[in-house]
């Protein structure tokens, strides 16, 4: 699991959405909203690369420059149900396949983001003592 996680609201343009993926790794960012407490750490849904390029070159309303200053991650973000620190690796790795996605958000008991997992973290767990 990776602890290194990029986090959007539902209101960061696309354009943003695009800068961040362009300076990092990663292949799916988490949009967040406030809690209870009002911190920015609720986990709503995720957006991916594939969303956003499904977006920008899949509409046929204006430009792709304009789409990127106007639309936000709200309108192409997919709601996902966070992984739980407390789930068996099987459950995650059922889930992982279930959404299509590369990596989800894991989330404590009590909400708080703890990272991403991915099928490459699952991967790698049952192979790690294997050597080449």
């Not at 911190?39 to 690369?49: A, E, L, Q, Y």
């Not at 407390?86 to 396949?97: C, Q, V």
């Amino acid at each position: 699991m990776s602890r290194d996680v990029v986090t959007v609201r539902l209101d960061t343009t696309l354009r943003e959405v695009y800068a961040l993926f362009a300076r990092s790794q990663v292949d799916v960012l988490v949009v967040v909203g406030r809690d209870e407490s009002g911190w920015m750490r609720r986990v709503i849904g995720v957006v991916t690369r594939a969303d956003l390029l499904r977006h920008l070159v899949g509409s046929r309303t204006g430009s792709v420059l304009n789409r990127l200053r106007t639309r936000r991650a709200g309108d192409v973000f997919r709601r996902v149900q966070a992984l739980r620190t407390s789930d068996s690796l099987g459950e995650a790795t059922r889930r992982l396949l279930e959404t299509g996605l590369a990596a989800l958000p894991v989330i404590e008991a009590g909400g708080r983001m703890s990272g991403m997992l991915s099928l490459g973290d699952v991967l790698a767990r049952p192979l790690a003592g294997v050597r080449a």
